[in-house]
């Protein structure tokens, strides 16, 4: 059986400029999967409300939810800070989280080679059916994390205030009530700030080889390096 028949679902999750988009990119190329940013439908959600301002919120995102085109999101630049501030509190309502995800669930289920990548990918989103081969859990220091995001934005935001606003999303996502940020018991932790690219890759396609040989057995062959 050739390896790109295998079945591979990656969960990574992490705060926010932890790493993980770039992990999950990497090993998506690398492996041959379709790569998903399950955080940005949460930014698009409030692109949407801001623009439009809907008097009710649920009914709205709902209607919009239900037939939309994932890859016009993409195209989107998400990042503003007005949408940053926006989604901290918009990620905590339980409608809005539940609206999301079954929309986030039916998605990944198309795809059965695919990695995920946002704050509640192994506990909620692939927990179950669909189920993750693998979970990774990104973490790494407020410093390097504001200055990554700083470079992102251009340096178009005072590092002060991008500090203060990772700062503020990864506690918030920590705490919030509806799927917080946790790091599920068999998730493999990824310290991006203690690795290079070429080390994080290595460490995360380790534990992948592994799962999959578990999985399969002799039948599985690595992909090519």
């Known amino acids: 059986?050739?390896?790109?028949?295998?079945?591979?679902?990656?969960?990574?999750?992490?705060?926010?400029?932890?790493?993980?988009?770039?992990?999950?990119?990497?090993?998506?190329?690398?492996?041959?999967?379709?790569?998903?940013?399950?955080?940005?439908?949460?930014?698009?959600?409030?692109?949407l409300i801001i623009k439009h301002k809907p008097k009710k919120i649920?009914?709205?995102?709902?209607?919009?939810?239900?037939?939309?085109?994932?890859?016009?999101?993409?195209?989107?630049?998400?990042?503003?800070?007005?949408?940053?501030?926006?989604?901290v509190?918009?990620?905590?309502?339980k409608k809005v989280r539940n609206i999301i995800r079954t929309f986030q669930?039916?998605?990944?289920?198309?795809?059965?080679?695919?990695?995920?990548?946002?704050?509640?990918?192994?506990?909620?989103?692939?927990?179950?059916?669909?189920?993750?081969t693998v979970a990774f859990?990104?973490?790494?220091?407020?410093?390097?994390?504001?200055?990554?995001?700083?470079k992102d934005l251009k340096k178009k935001i005072p590092l002060k205030e991008i500090k203060k606003t990772l700062k503020n999303r990864t506690q918030q996502d920590k705490i919030r009530r509806q799927n917080p940020l946790?790091?599920?018991?068999n998730a493999v932790e990824i310290r991006t700030h203690l690795l290079t690219k070429s080390q994080m890759v290595q460490k995360m396609s380790k534990e992948i080889d592994k799962k999959l040989l578990l999985k399969y057995g002799s039948n599985f062959k690595t992909r090519k390096k």
């Not at 649920?58 to 503003?80: G, M, R, V, Y």
């Not at 509190?89 to 309502?93: D, F, G, V, W």
Request: aromatic fraction near 12%; proline fraction near 2%.
């Open 1 to 47: 059986m050739k390896f790109k028949s295998k079945a591979l679902r990656i969960a990574c999750d992490g705060g926010a400029a932890s790493g993980k988009s770039l992990a999950a990119k990497l090993v998506g190329k690398k492996y041959g999967l379709y790569v998903l940013n399950s955080g940005i439908f949460y930014r698009y959600a409030s692109f």
């Open 58 to 87: 649920t009914s709205f995102l709902k209607k919009k939810f239900k037939n939309i085109n994932s890859k016009n999101i993409f195209k989107l630049d998400l990042h503003a800070q007005e949408i940053s501030e926006h989604v």
């Open 89 to 93: 509190n918009l990620a905590k309502q």
């Open 105 to 132: 669930k039916k998605l990944i289920k198309k795809y059965p080679r695919i990695v995920v990548e946002g704050r509640d990918t192994a506990s909620s989103i692939m927990h179950k059916n669909p189920r993750y």
């Open 137 to 150: 859990y990104f973490s790494c220091s407020l410093d390097v994390a504001s200055y990554r995001r700083w």
């Open 182 to 185: 946790i790091k599920v018991p």
